[in-house]
């Protein structure tokens, strides 16, 4: 309880409460429906309160932009340095979509400046997923908001599934983002892997039996 209180305040601060709220309630539907078909389980609970959180706190342009102007970065760097006369920062932003020969995103520099930059952006973080959301219009970002969609899906279909036999295949199931990784070209081709693993496990799911299986006694 206290590790989804702690992710719920995050999700508030990343975008709102009622942001916040959409997780928590999704946590509680997953966490009753588990009790009543499986009294003392928690594992289905459990895969979802953690792989629900990675889908919703994605590390997008505004929340780089948050961590930034959030009193943390300055906090690191006067832990760090007693003084400094330049702030240089390297990012590889989207929507500039300069790539290398490798055809990786490449990488620009932006000067102290960008901390402005940075508020401005951190202040506009309502625009996420909104038809004025920029960034949203991106491949990765296009991608990201499908996962999610996909994964509240499959958080319906889990809810109405479970059984005592059919546990390990919900949390399988729950566990799918996990196999999510990186960014940009790295995060599309684990993308494409957790797709293709997802549609293996809901088959799984739906064949399982409601109730395990028993070994005749040898």
Excluded: C
Excluded at 15 to 33: G, H, I, K, S
Excluded at 179 to 185: F, S, V
Aim: net charge positive; charged share 25%; hydrophobic share 45%.
């Amino acid at each position: 309880d206290d590790v989804i209180a702690r992710r719920v305040a995050f999700l508030s601060a990343y975008q709102n409460a009622a942001y916040a709220r959409r997780y928590a309630d999704r946590v509680a539907t997953l966490r009753a429906a588990e009790a009543k078909a499986v009294p003392g389980s928690t594992a289905v609970t459990e895969a979802v309160a953690r792989n629900l959180f990675k889908l919703m706190a994605i590390k997008d342009e505004y929340e780089v932009a948050r961590l930034y102007t959030d009193g943390s970065f300055a906090a690191d760097l006067a832990k760090q340095f007693q003084s400094y006369d330049k702030l240089e920062f390297h990012l590889a932003p989207p929507i500039l979509g300069r790539r290398g020969s490798d055809g990786k995103p490449r990488k620009s520099s932006f000067g102290p400046w960008m901390m402005k930059g940075f508020r401005l952006l951190a202040a506009m973080k309502g625009l996420r997923g909104t038809a004025f959301d920029l960034f949203g219009y991106t491949a990765e970002r296009r991608m990201e908001r499908q996962a999610l969609s996909e994964y509240e899906a499959d958080l319906d279909l889990i809810a109405g599934a479970l059984a005592p036999g059919r546990v390990e295949a919900a949390a399988a199931l729950a566990s799918v983002p996990a196999l999510i990784r990186g960014y940009g070209h790295v995060r599309q081709a684990s993308a494409g892997k957790a797709a293709a693993e997802r549609s293996r496990l809901i088959e799984r799911l739906k064949q399982a039996p409601p109730e395990p299986s028993l070994r005749a006694a040898e």
